[in-house]
């Protein structure tokens, strides 16, 4: 079945970067478009970074333009998620998922803390 797991999250100060990584099983990897996800308490997930099968196209969410990367390693079947210049508003669950298919399960995320 699909599952996902996410990685990297942690405490880091305003300004800092961390590195999100995902590992999907269950489908072919190198055949959809994945993207990145987040969530804060009272809010709906939302949509910050995709990428296309091949990585030829990539788009973000405003609020992180610029400062995050989307990358992605089919050989690997892994996700990326280089974030740089982290403020407290980037605090949330950040999550991996297939685009679109929103009957996936969600994994259980990984923690991204933004704090002086």
């Known amino acids: 079945q699909v599952q996902y797991v996410e990685s990297g999250g942690g405490l880091v100060q305003p300004g800092g970067s961390l590195r999100l990584s995902c590992s999907p099983s269950?489908?072919?990897?190198?055949?959809?478009?994945m993207g990145w996800y987040r969530q804060t308490p009272g809010k709906e997930r939302e949509l910050v970074a995709s990428?296309?099968?091949?990585?030829?196209?990539?788009n973000y969410e405003d609020s992180v333009e610029g400062r995050f990367t989307i990358s992605r390693d089919n050989e690997k079947s892994l996700l990326f998620l280089q974030m740089t210049s982290l403020n407290p508003d980037d605090t949330a669950v950040y999550y991996c998922k297939r685009v679109r298919h929103n009957s996936d399960p969600w994994g259980q995320g990984t923690q991204v803390t933004v704090s002086s």
């Open positions: 990428i296309s099968v091949g990585g030829g196209v990539i």
């Open positions: 269950g489908f072919n990897f190198r055949g959809y478009e």
